[in-house]
């Protein structure tokens, strides 16, 4: 073997161990879904299940309103994504197209956004929710999370790598600004509109501080609460039991993950060479 080939070999065999160190985490939740109680308590431990037990899913599914949180979650999720790309796509679209005094400003003050830390307007956001009487309401759950700094300058730096020739040509056909959008510049820029929405969504689908704030009832818990709230079924002593509800929580972020990678890359390498 060559020494390219030897230099390559050892590549491949170091990012395989990263990646497996990456993923371990990963790989003994769903081994230890599929165990029993004894099993996965044993010492030292076991890393693959003897005789792997589906009951643990069910058992978790009859514990807590484990589908209503599920369809919580998703109402949620998919409604912020639906917010975050609209507001994104207006607002991307004004600071690359658009003339208009202090843009450079203004836009400089949406990434400022993006720098101040989610908890330093958790108070404010939740007097306001409590003073509309949003208090476990899906409102409460979104209103807060439909619009993003990061939305708009993701999708901002999208359109500037069309040419300014395009919007000028629209412009001599008699296309006004929304037609062009809608017409000309959403279909083009589906890889940065598709790795928007997947961020959004998981971004959404994985909150847990905000729902646990602003919801106390069963009914309106999202998935994220009805996982740690496994703890107080089983008084923590069944850690299978916790993890198949983890697995289960984790099966549409995988899936969502695995089929938009490639619109994940494209989206966010899209705009790298101009701004």
Not at 28 to 34: D, I, M, N, R
Not at 104 to 120: S, Y
Not at 227 to 249: C, K, M, W, Y
Request: charged residues 10%; glycine residues 6%.
């Amino acid at each position: 073997m060559t020494a390219v080939g030897l230099r390559a070999t050892a590549a491949y065999a170091g990012l395989a161990a990263l990646a497996f160190v990456m993923l371990f985490p990963l790989l003994y939740a769903v081994s230890g879904s599929l165990m029993t109680t004894q099993e996965i308590s044993t010492y030292p431990p076991a890393f693959l299940p003897l005789h792997p037990r589906l009951d643990n899913f069910r058992d978790v599914l009859h514990a807590l309103p484990l589908p209503r949180q599920f369809l919580n979650s998703l109402i949620v999720a998919a409604c912020v994504t639906a917010g975050q790309l609209v507001t994104s796509v207006l607002s991307a679209y004004a600071f690359a197209f658009l003339r208009m005094p202090f843009r450079n400003f203004v836009f400089g003050v949406f990434l400022a956004t993006m720098m101040v830390p989610w908890e330093a307007i958790l108070i404010p956001n939740y007097l306001t929710i409590a003073d509309n009487h949003l208090i476990n309401t899906y409102p409460a759950l979104i209103l807060p999370f439909l619009a993003a700094g990061f939305g708009t300058f993701l999708l901002r730096q999208f359109f500037l790598t069309f040419p300014r020739d395009l919007y000028e040509a629209a412009q001599v056909d008699g296309l006004g600004h929304l037609r062009f959008l809608w017409l000309i510049l959403v279909p083009l820029s589906r890889p940065a509109l598709a790795a928007l929405a997947i961020w959004s969504f998981l971004s959404a689908w994985n909150q847990f501080l905000w729902p646990l704030l602003v919801v106390s009832q069963d009914q309106m818990d999202t998935l994220q609460i009805g996982i740690s709230r496994l703890q107080d079924v089983e008084a923590a002593t069944a850690p299978n039991f916790i993890l198949a509800g983890t697995v289960l929580a984790l099966i549409p972020t995988l899936l969502l993950i695995y089929f938009g990678q490639r619109h994940i890359v494209r989206g966010l390498t899209a705009g790298a060479l101009k701004g």
